[in-house]
């Protein structure tokens, strides 16, 4: 059975997968990322744009404009007269003008859209053909420029390079506005009034059909105002709910009483004597006086004479004379009782149904009102328009007779426009506009040249595009030697090296988390091609692992371009190439890294002819099972596995894979593939490491950094005397842990 085997939960159809979808959708975070990452490109392509536009508006030849002003709302002698009238269009327009906020659609845009539209400019094209054959609608509505800078003024600008063309349609466009203002105004009048006219004999037909509506109602019911109605009725019912109330209080006393009457009769005559029910009645009291009295007397002879005696026999029998009459009164006592409840028993069924009916009454009238107040809705609503539609159209006769010009020319003699000036093009304008435009260019070109480029750069970017477990962020080492320089320069480039070592030996307690059923005792440092840094993560995890007081064989397995001896400082003369070819001690072999104590490492050794064929033997297998019975950790570092085969091999005695992803240098496909690759042979991996991030620092070298320059710590200032990375290491997590 093979090791990864034992961590089924880290098979590759789990971790071996590759977000595809992602890959067309950039997020916000994403896009500002790169924007900075190619703010040359961008800054590049901006300027050259807008150098461009500067160059043109200095090159090209000026133009002539021609502009005037129009008052939109004038006030004329007739303006005022017909406003002061109710119901006209200029009374409306002087509500709506005084009572607009600027929400929703300019009414002043809609007009500029209406004036540059062919209905008006047409006209005037015919006229300018006479002259000057060339000029179209087209040609006219795009030297035109109608703007509003002030409230209820127009201002008309026309540029053409000739200046008699621009003075002769500045002219055909004054006098055309001026006449479309009263046409407009005369053709809303004519055109509200045809409206009015068509509406109001509907308006009156209505009218007469909800009167007739209302008088069939008010004869057929009987009635003139159903909620006169209603009320009555109301009143009525709630009388008779109050005699119900009373009523039944009244029975439910009588049944109380009779229950209790049987209660005192099922008891014996000498309990009843106090009880109030049967008390009440005098005359059925005065017959169990005397049975209680004969009861006391024969009581008393009792003792005298016996049972025979005349006396005894005389005085039982008038107590069986008057036992009969004892029960003829309660039975008299009961029917009078059945009487009054079966009396008001009556009542309240009479109560009932006629509460009843007239519920029914109420809920009929209910109906009626309603429908009463709907036809009386009706017809207000029908009078109301018929009033409003009436007072429109003499309104509006008044207003059709209207005929001065609405607007007005802005200039000293009210007649002409402002004579032509020659113009050009704005470098300032052309420059703003060939700024943004440029800006806009540039921003494109980076997100299609980031795409384009293929590369993971962020470590947001390997998270949104993968689902694999990322086991720890590594960043750029250049970044930790950056540090800006003081008093305590040293010190602080010790604390950098602390820090940086730090990140490993988290990402060696997170590796060991994976295997917390059966601990992880071997793995394969690789990555999908050349320069991602595996053999550096290599090194360093190791490092930490050894540092952790674990005893850690590093083996360098890369025996196509063998590179862990020169980065530990020793000699590669005997290897792994060694061990396998010429069956070899592989504890001769070994050496103990001079970086740490319970590091050990075994080089490459020769480069062999067929590294496959050595890495694919049984005896390579029986090595691999020796060193991991031998060391508590064994770290492979293979070659790339984009086109090698040597890593697959490897991993499959091995609990799995850590894939190494250089960001700035991997890229996407070769990072699909690769994962692609190991999904079809089955190979473990374990997770993922971001190397080279720009963007992650150690979180430790603040916090370090405070203490050094505070210079509040003693074991710090001794630790630095001393220059013992492995102390300060443990001095900065004193530090934190307090």
């Known amino acids: 059975m093979l090791k990864s085997d034992k961590h089924p939960y880290l098979s590759q159809a ?7 979808n992602d890959d067309d959708e950039l997020q916000i975070g994403q896009i500002f990322t790169i924007l900075r990452r190619r703010i040359l490109l961008i800054s590049g392509i901006t300027a050259l744009v807008a150098t461009v536009a500067v160059l043109k508006a200095e090159t090209d030849p000026p133009v002539y404009l021609g502009s005037f002003e129009i008052l939109t709302n004038r006030v004329t002698g007739e303006t005022k007269v017909i406003s002061s009238v109710p119901q006209t269009i200029s009374d409306e327009d002087a509500i709506s003008t005084t009572g607009s906020s600027g929400k929703g659609a300019s009414p002043v845009d809609t007009t500029i859209q209406v004036l540059r539209s062919p209905r008006v400019l047409d006209p005037i094209v015919e006229q300018l053909k006479t002259k000057y054959p060339y000029i179209s609608y087209h040609a006219l509505a795009n030297g035109l420029i109608i703007t509003s800078q002030l409230p209820n003024i127009l201002t008309v600008q026309y540029t053409d390079p000739e200046e008699k063309v621009v003075s002769d349609v500045s002219k055909l466009l004054a006098d055309a506005y001026l006449a479309y203002s009263l046409q407009e105004r005369q053709l809303d009048v004519d055109q509200a009034i045809e409206f009015v006219n068509k509406q109001t004999k509907p308006i009156e037909a209505r009218v007469k059909y909800w009167q007739n509506q209302l008088r069939n109602l008010q004869v057929e019911n009987n009635l003139i105002d159903p909620a006169q109605r209603a009320q009555e009725l109301a009143s009525q019912l709630a009388g008779l709910r109050q005699q119900q109330i009373e009523n039944r209080l009244q029975l439910e006393q009588l049944v109380s009483r009779y229950q209790d009457l049987q209660k005192e009769l099922a008891q014996s005559l000498g309990e009843r004597a106090g009880n109030s029910l049967l008390s009440e009645n005098g005359r059925y009291q ?37 036992l009969p009459l004892l029960a003829g009164e309660e039975m008299r006592l009961q029917k009078e009782l059945q009487s009054q409840i079966r009396t008001v028993s009556a009542r309240d069924q009479f109560l009932y149904d006629k509460i009843k009916n007239l519920n029914n009454d109420v809920r009929y009238i209910a109906t009626l009102s309603r429908d009463y107040g709907n036809i009386q809705q009706q017809l207000g609503i029908a009078n109301s328009s018929l009033t409003q539609f009436t007072a429109k159209q003499q309104a509006l006769e008044i207003e059709k007779a209207q005929k001065q010009q609405p607007w007005r020319l802005l200039d000293p003699k009210l007649t002409t426009v402002n004579q032509p000036s020659a113009v050009s093009n704005s470098a300032k304008l052309n420059l703003a506009i060939g700024g943004v435009l440029g800006l806009l260019l540039g921003i494109g070109a980076a997100l299609i040249v980031d795409k384009l480029s293929n590369i993971f750069y962020t470590v947001q970017e390997l998270k949104n595009n993968t689902k694999l477990p990322l086991l720890g ?3 750029l080492r250049k970044e930790l030697e950056a ?15 602390a820090s940086f070592f730090e990140i490993f030996r988290s990402l060696y307690t997170n590796i060991m988390l994976l295997g917390s059923d059966d601990p992880i005792r071997s793995l394969v440092i690789s990555s999908a091609g050349q320069g991602d840094g595996k053999s550096t993560v290599a090194v360093q995890l190791a490092q930490a692992a050894a540092a952790m007081g674990q005893r850690v064989l590093l083996v360098d397995s890369n025996l196509r371009c063998p590179i862990l001896h020169q980065r530990l400082g020793i000699l590669n003369v005997q290897g792994l190439t060694d061990v396998i070819a010429q069956d070899m001690d592989w504890e001769n072999v070994i050496e103990r890294s001079p970086l740490e104590e319970n590091l050990f490492v075994m080089t490459a050794g020769p480069t062999p002819p067929d590294a496959v064929r050595l890495l694919a033997s049984k005896k390579m297998q029986d090595l691999m099972n020796e060193l991991q019975s031998s060391f508590d950790l064994v770290i492979y570092d293979t070659p790339p596995l984009l086109g090698f085969a040597d890593a697959y091999l490897l991993a499959s005695n091995t609990n799995g894979i850590v894939l190494v992803a250089g960001l700035g240098h991997l890229k996407r496909t070769a990072l699909q593939q690769v994962l692609e690759e190991m999904q079809i042979s089955g190979t473990p991996l374990l997770g993922m490491i971001a190397n080279k991030s720009k963007d992650a620092t150690p979180v430790s070298h603040n916090y370090y950094q405070q203490y050094y320059k505070k210079s509040i710590s003693a074991e710090i200032v001794e630790v630095e005397t001393e220059n013992n990375d492995e102390q300060v290491s443990s001095v900065f997590r004193g530090i934190r842990r307090r």
């Open 483 to 497: 540090a800006p320089q003081s008093n305590l320069s040293r010190g602080l480039e010790q604390t950098n090296r």
């Open 286 to 322: 005065r017959i169990l006086d005397q049975i209680q009295a004969v009861d006391i007397e024969i009581a008393q002879r009792s003792a005298v004479y016996n049972e025979e005696n005349p006396a005894m026999v005389t005085l039982k029998e008038r107590k069986a004379y008057l």
């Open 14 to 20: 789990k971790s071996a997968q590759f977000n595809n």
């Open 473 to 475: 962020i590594v960043p």
